[in-house]
């Protein structure tokens, strides 16, 4: 079998520097599609005939370029994709997804009651301390994680959401379910971070490339606020576009 990546390494630069832009060039090349392991470490050090020190560096290198993700107990992969979602004022992750071209939707990784924080008792205009219901939500498309979102809503009157979320992976059904036929985002707040070992883990990616962090509030038709949620999107996965027109 062919050798797809080019194994001369010149002097001039350092090894792991030349590898990791051999192997970005490979990828580019359509060698290693999207989705794809790369060659274990061992292999990659017997091709180009270096140890494996200096492959670590190289695909550490890729990482931090965005060009791969590195999965504990499982191996080094080429990045999937990246996905346009839209930031409006019914910004929905289902509809996003269509007009993607994607299917997904929304995975409840745990629920429980807690108090609203001064921030959060601002941002949903209720009494500090006052009982709300806590949702950590993976957003997924096409089996990738696209965002991970801590979200609070009101209670008593979004007790059993969670069930729904849960049963349907959608958050809008859930509103219906509890009688909000329909909702707008009242305020987003965009932002650039390096999420915690938490996040990064959740989003399958490390803690030192940034993630778009966004805060938001949804308001009922009445401008009653009905949920408040932070959202971390994976930066090399993500596109946010800010639709201007309304909706």
Known sequence: MTNPLITTIETGEHFWTQIANEIALAIGQGVYP????????????????????????????????????????????????????????????????????????????????????????????VAARSPLLHLLVLGEGAGQPLHVSDRYFPLPRFQGLAEVVRETGSITTAFTALGVNDYIRHESRISARLPDARIAGHLRQGTARPSLYVTKVNTDMQGLPIEYAETWFAGDRVTLTVNHDGE
């Open 34 to 125: 999207p989705g794809q392991r790369l060659p274990s470490e061992h292999s990659l050090a017997e091709r180009f005939g270096v140890n494996r020190h200096t492959i670590r560096r190289s695909l550490a290198a890729l990482v931090q370029r965005g060009l791969v993700r590195a999965e504990q107990g499982s191996g080094t992969y080429v990045e999937d994709f990246a996905v346009d979602l839209a930031i409006g004022k019914r910004t929905r992750h289902r509809q996003n997804l269509a007009h993607a071209g994607l299917r997904g939707g929304l995975v409840v990784l745990q629920d429980e009651r807690t108090r609203a924080t001064a921030d959060q008792a601002r941002a949903l205009q």
